[in-house]
């Protein structure tokens, strides 16, 4: 029985981040080989600590420690976040002295461009060490294009105070587009080489592209409370203003807890943008190496079923956030489980 390695060990706390924070793409993982699994589960894991530091960038008790290099972990826990948020080993610091969550990133960036040059990092922060470490194995495993990481760096930037690009509204879907390049089509660019096409790359690009955006344009409909209680808007405005919904009237709900009908049509039309992104992204699955499509095909069908819940809960986002069941989830899964085994199958005969 082999010993697990440093690096063992950063993939798997990756694995236990993927596990906590997103249901969806773990279930959707399982149906991956080992090896594929980890660097989807580091890529992931690496998005959600960057996404950490943005989603806590108007807080001011989260600050960096330069004395430790580890985020302080806050005197009280803001109201509009959810419990566990913060990681309660992360020790109180001062909140002069620190180092804004602008310099935060540029920091992670720095740690990551040194992970992938010489393999180390310097942090005191075990987890970050772990997540970076894993993360830069992957991209060499890999081979994947720096700059789609750097891309995904940089979008994030614009939703941090203090940066240059800092932005909290989006006038139009074009607009919203330029900060989806980095924060969604860039992640599935990054994921295409680590699960492998049966076309050159490049072809593959646009459709991993616009799935990316696809699943986060999801994201924008289900947490529109949350980033409004962040004082972020998602949505693109002109969108909205065709059915006389403002940030104000989108206020309004949030206050009441209830989605007024020019709000309902808004969304329902929107809705109806995101599917058809899905459909201009769904094919490109095929084109990906056929042992991974059930993966892919599962997180998609999960993903766009979140639509069907906001729907089916008539729009109510302001009051609850739209999941898929655990029973679909299982079921779907379940199917990707028995065409990746008809595809092993298949496979082995064939060699």
């Known amino acids: 029985m082999s010993v697990p390695t440093a690096l063992d060990d950063a993939y798997a706390t990756c694995r236990r981040i993927a596990a906590e924070h997103g249901r969806t793409y773990y279930l959707a993982t399982a149906l991956l080989s080992p090896e594929r699994r980890r660097a989807v589960h580091a890529l992931y894991a690496f998005a959600r600590m960057v996404d950490d530091i943005v989603d806590h960038a108007d807080d001011p008790a989260w600050i960096l420690d330069p004395a430790d290099r580890t985020p302080?972990?806050?005197?009280?826990?803001?109201?509009?976040?959810?419990?566990?948020?913060?990681?309660?080993?992360?020790?109180?610091?001062?909140?002069?002295?620190?180092i804004s969550p602008a310099q935060h990133l540029d920091l992670v960036e720095k740690q990551l461009r040194l992970a992938i040059e010489q393999g180390d990092i310097d942090t005191a922060d075990l987890r970050r060490r772990q997540i970076i470490t894993a993360t830069a194995d992957t991209i060499a495993r890999y081979d994947i294009a720096h700059d789609h990481i750097w891309t995904f760096l940089d979008a994030m930037r614009m939703d941090v105070p203090g940066t240059t690009v800092h932005r909290r509204r989006y006038a139009s879907m074009a607009e919203l587009g330029e900060y989806m390049r980095?924060?969604?089509?860039?992640?599935?660019?990054?994921?295409?080489?680590?699960?492998?096409?049966?076309?050159?790359?490049?072809?593959?690009?646009p459709a991993a592209a616009a799935l990316g955006e696809a699943f986060q344009v999801t994201n924008f409909l289900r947490d529109v409370a949350e980033d409004l209680d962040r004082d972020r808007i998602y949505l693109p405005a002109d969108e909205l203003a065709a059915f006389g919904v403002d940030e104000t009237r989108l206020r309004a709900c949030r206050a009441t807890g209830r989605t007024d009908p020019p709000t309902r049509r808004a969304l329902a039309h929107l809705i109806a943008v995101n599917r058809d992104i899905y459909r201009r992204a769904v094919p490109g699955i095929d084109l990906l190496t056929p042992r991974v499509r059930p993966?892919?095909?599962?997180?998609?069908?999960?993903?766009?079923e979140?639509?069907?819940?906001?729907?089916?809960?008539?729009?109510?986002?302001?009051?609850?956030?739209a999941t898929v069941p655990s029973r679909r989830r299982i079921m779907v899964a379940a199917k990707g489980f028995t065409t990746t085994r008809r595809h092993s199958v298949a496979a082995f005969r064939s060699t």
């Open 72 to 98: 302080a972990r806050p005197r009280t826990l803001p109201s509009s976040l959810a419990p566990g948020v913060h990681d309660p080993d992360r020790r109180l610091a001062p909140v002069s002295g620190g």
């Open 182 to 205: 980095g924060s969604a089509a860039a992640i599935g660019l990054q994921l295409l080489p680590v699960l492998g096409t049966v076309v050159p790359v490049a072809e593959a690009e």
């Open 295 to 304: 993966a892919i095909r599962t997180a998609a069908i999960l993903y766009a």
């Open 306 to 321: 979140i639509l069907d819940q906001i729907e089916a809960a008539d729009f109510q986002v302001f009051a609850t956030r």
